[in-house]
């Protein structure tokens, strides 16, 4: 079955210091990818496509084929960076998105 | 974001009840989803809906009922609530899937079966 698996349920930094939130997806053809932020008390929003090359708050996502990865990178992390991030790709049959089970980011100062 | 809503956002309900979810957009996208949000589980898709009249079953479709007779209401219905469905649930509207299309989500509904 189609998976995306992020494997850590929290991670915790401080601010200034780089962050890497993981994403491994199983697709065996070219996968569409997302990374989703919920913010405290706020809606799950969308934060970057890797069809767009984007770069949103500071955050870039390069696809990795070869590792299968689509690692959430940002240099310095911020405290308003502080949020739960999810990891999507979209399904095979090409009618929804598959979620990993999310990623608690905490950043103190 | 006043785009798409879910009502109510909050539900108490007892056991063996049947629970009706609301969600409306204004955006007339063709694809609407229903996801709930448990801790350990992330996002889990329940049911989505291509376009009016048209459903399909996600991941989680047990004891959950859905319609879209308009494009712009999809509710979700739980016939006989059970203690497992308490959760936060959140309807989801997607105008295109391929492409890198984004994916607007309501505010929530966090429904507590006693």
């Known amino acids: 079955a189609q998976r995306v698996t992020q494997p850590e349920k929290l991670l915790s930094v401080f601010k200034g210091a780089p962050v890497e939130l993981k994403c491994n997806y199983s697709y065996s053809g070219s996968p569409e990818l997302f990374w989703y932020v919920q913010y405290s008390r706020q809606r799950l929003q969308l934060l970057l496509r890797?069809?767009s090359r984007e770069s949103i708050k500071g955050f870039t996502a390069d696809l990795n084929k070869g590792e299968t990865s689509f690692h959430l990178k940002k240099p310095f992390a911020q405290e308003e960076d502080s949020a739960m991030y999810y990891c999507a790709s979209i399904n095979q049959a090409g009618t929804a998105l598959i979620f990993g089970k999310g990623t608690t980011l905490s950043v103190s100062s | 974001d006043a785009g798409i809503t879910q009502s109510p956002r909050y539900k108490i309900t007892e056991t063996g009840r049947q629970v009706t979810l609301m969600c409306h957009q204004t955006w007339s996208h063709s694809y609407m989803f229903w996801y709930r949000q448990d801790l350990g589980h992330g996002l889990r898709l329940i049911y989505y809906?291509?376009?009016?009249?048209?459903?399909d079953k996600g991941e989680v479709p047990d004891g959950y009922v859905v319609s879209r007779s308009k494009t712009e209401n999809f509710p979700l219905t739980l016939e006989s609530a059970t203690r497992s469905q308490t959760s936060v649930y959140f309807c989801a509207s997607q105008g295109l899937l391929a492409g890198g299309g984004e994916q607007f989500f309501g505010p929530g509904t966090r429904l507590t079966v006693l």
């Open positions: 809906s291509a376009a009016a009249d048209i459903t």
């Open positions: 890797h069809i």
